[in-house]
């Protein structure tokens, strides 16, 4: 389930369509046609995201939680503004 309130599986990253989308909301959100420079910047965001959650916990002396790619959502800055 998509949506304001969940965000996005990071399945999802898996349809070549979807990345598409994203690319596409990144151009728009920067003003670049350059869609290596899209895809960069909206690759640095996802990976930021990504990882976020597992950097905490290692920070922050707790477990690392063992990424389920089927309940894993991303959020924030994976939304197009």
Not at 18 to 41: E, F, P
Request: proline share 10%; hydrophobic share 35%.
């Amino acid at each position: 389930m998509t949506g304001p309130d969940r965000g996005h599986r990071v399945t999802d990253m898996s349809d070549p369509a979807w990345i598409a989308a994203r690319i596409g909301d990144t151009a728009r959100r920067w003003g670049s046609a350059d869609r290596r420079v899209n895809a960069t910047l909206w690759w640095y965001s996802a990976s930021s995201t990504i990882s976020r959650p597992l950097l905490h916990a290692a920070v922050e002396s707790r477990p690392i939680p063992r990424p389920d790619p089927q309940r894993f959502w991303l959020r924030g800055s994976m939304r197009p503004a």
